[in-house]
């Protein structure tokens, strides 16, 4: 398969030059080639060139594209080229609260998003052990960090990420849901409530049972499971949070669950973490594999090569906010290869996305995926050592790596392996449009047309948007009977996509369930209990719950609005009927004023 240089433009080439170009005048090929010599200094001298060459073929071909802290920093001085980082979560002291403002600000400062778990911090109103008085709890240590996180953000620095998340069975859980979703505090991070025991809980919410809150067995007390799975439910129906980490999954599925406990997930519910660990990410554009309606496998796998070793690379020259976190990333080399356009991809093979061939589509597709990168890792195993502290017998005993074929266990137990987890899938929104705007992630398209309103200046204007995809297709005359957008799907739908890929992900899946404003509360209800098991995390989003408003308090409408297919066929043809006519009107070029 040939792949030609990609060039973006319109609003792809304007996302390039406002976020990733190093400098006013430098073109996507010159960033291309800046990537490349960045990560080819991890390999040796003589190799070093052939690496620039090979990163710079698929960079510039926009088969393959790195998470936006590496298209930014890469070439600077001390470059820090990782997105997210998970924090220390041992925070029952004043020096554990003090360490944990002091690394989410330096992490943040240099661009960082964290991710931070609670669970460790003993509840309030508890004693303290060697001093009068009570603790004031896990939340007011969440409100310290988001209020540290304002300066951070007034600094100029990259908008501050922060995942907060606590244990279902922490005693602050309650005043936790609250906080963020009725009192409209922790602004700055995104929450999720964390269950060790999911199947558990989710028993005692069918049966009505109750579940015990308590810290580290003390400050027990029951609440109705119903009771607090109720408020989780129409908290993530109303404003979008929180999300729910199934730590039971996470931690069954763990590749180092032989080292250590996973803490929580990056501010993205896409990998999950140890303590002081970070997120290395880069992407697979699905779309660019797609020839005559069938995808090249050979050309995807020797693109999942190049780029499990240009992310193993990035990790070798990043320059990290602190030493425990350098450290960390030497021991465990994790990394997070994921993919971006896939419904654009299954469109172009003339598949609905959410439908029973579409899904089958989707199922050898991600099988192939983990495949050939599982076996990459081991190759880069057998040249530069396994990851540090890999147990070739102990790594193939983790829930997920139970389900690979034969011939990986075996060539992992032979020759080790050079990453300790290798696949993800994140959202990919900037990354999605500097690569010709396609789909994000593994999300459906958001619509084939849609209305999208911005400010200019003091005034808001309404621009109408075509998917380039189904833009493509209408000027073809080629169907588009089979496009589908967000809101087309039913929750299920959603989840069902989801549930298939993560198992075949060997990190965890940032999925947003999409749901119109009118799909009643109990049908995301009862799809939530269904596929919370076989999901790592969930995030649900309704629409307009989550409201613009103007200068006066006004209550406008949201910055895109779906236009349904039909409607959207019609509006492209009224369009481009007048584009045709100006064209006809000025047969030469220039016209009569």
């Known amino acids: ?162 995942m ?14 609250s906080a963020k979703l009725t009192q409209g505090q922790l602004t700055h991070a995104n929450v999720s409530v964390r269950s060790k025991h999911t199947k558990a809980f989710i028993k005692a919410v069918k049966e009505d049972g109750e579940i015990e809150l308590h810290w580290k067995g003390k400050n027990k007390r029951n609440i109705s499971a119903r009771s607090l799975w109720n408020t989780i439910v129409s908290n993530a129906y109303n404003s979008a949070e929180p999300g729910f980490l199934n730590w039971e999954l996470v931690e069954n599925e763990s590749n180092i669950h032989y080292i250590e406990n996973l803490v929580t997930t990056n501010p993205c519910g896409e990998i999950a973490l140890s303590a002081m660990e970070p997120c290395c990410l880069g992407h697979l554009v699905l779309f660019r594999f797609v020839q005559d309606g069938e995808i090249d496998y050979s050309a995807l796998g020797d693109t999942i090569r190049l780029a499990v070793r240009f992310l193993d690379n990035v990790l070798s020259v990043n320059h990290f906010p602190l030493p425990e976190m350098k450290l960390k990333s030497d021991s465990l080399r994790r990394i997070g290869l994921g993919t971006t356009s896939l419904a654009d991809t299954l469109a172009l093979m ?4 959410g439908s029973e061939e579409g899904n089958k589509i989707v199922d050898k597709l991600y099988r192939f995926i983990s495949k050939a990168a599982y076996e990459a890792s081991v190759l880069l195993a057998i040249e530069k050592g396994s990851f540090p502290l890999c147990h070739n017998m102990k790594h193939i005993e983790s829930g997920f790596i139970k389900r690979m074929p034969a011939k990986t266990k075996s060539l992992i137990v032979e020759h080790g392996i050079r990453n300790c987890a290798i696949l993800t899938q994140a959202p990919t929104g900037t990354v999605s449009i500097l690569s010709e705007n396609c789909s994000a992630g593994i999300e459906p398209m958001f619509a084939p047309a849609y209305e999208r309103r911005y400010w200019d200046g003091e005034e808001r204007k309404t621009e109408l948007v075509f998917h380039p995809l189904f833009e493509r297709f209408m000027k073809e005359g080629s169907s588009v009977e089979h496009f589908v957008g967000s809101r087309d799907l039913n929750v299920r739908d959603h989840m069902e996509v989801q549930k298939i890929i993560q198992r075949h992900v060997d990190n965890a899946v940032s999925k947003t369930i999409n749901i119109q404003q009118d799909v009643p509360m109990t049908d995301v209800e009862s799809a939530w209990l269904e596929y919370l098991p076989y999901l790592k995390g969930t995030t649900f989003y309704r629409e307009s719950t989550r409201g613009n408003v103007n200068k006066e308090g006004v209550v406008e409408l949201p910055p895109l609005t779906a236009i349904p297919l039909d409607e959207a066929k019609k509006r492209f043809k009224e369009s481009h009927i007048v584009a045709k006519e100006a064209v006809v009107d000025c047969p030469g070029g220039q016209c009569e004023l």
């Open 350 to 353: 003339g598949h609905k996305y």
């Open 164 to 177: 907060f998340s606590l244990d279902l069975s922490h005693p602050d859980i309650e005043e936790f849901l």
């Open 1 to 162: 398969m040939q792949f030609l240089p990609y060039q973006p433009t319109g609003f792809s080439l304007k996302i390039f030059n406002d976020r990733y170009a190093f400098t006013e005048t430098e073109t996507f090929s010159e960033a291309c080639l800046r990537l490349s010599h960045q990560m080819a200094i991890a390999e040796i001298p003589e190799k070093q060139k052939t690496y620039v060459d090979r990163f710079n073929q698929v960079l510039s071909s926009n088969v393959f594209v790195p998470g936006g802290r590496i298209w930014t920093n890469s070439g600077r001085q001390n470059p820090q080229l990782l997105n997210c980082f998970v924090l220390d979560p041992n925070k029952d002291s004043k020096e554990g609260w003090g360490k944990s403002a002091y690394d989410m600000i330096v992490t943040s400062m240099t661009g960082g998003g964290c991710g931070d778990d609670f669970s460790d911090v003993r509840p309030r109103g508890s004693q303290i052990g060697t001093q009068r008085g009570v603790a004031p709890g896990a939340v007011e240590l969440m409100r310290l960090i988001d209020a540290c996180a304002q300066p951070v953000r007034n600094g100029g620095q990259r908008r501050v990420a922060l």
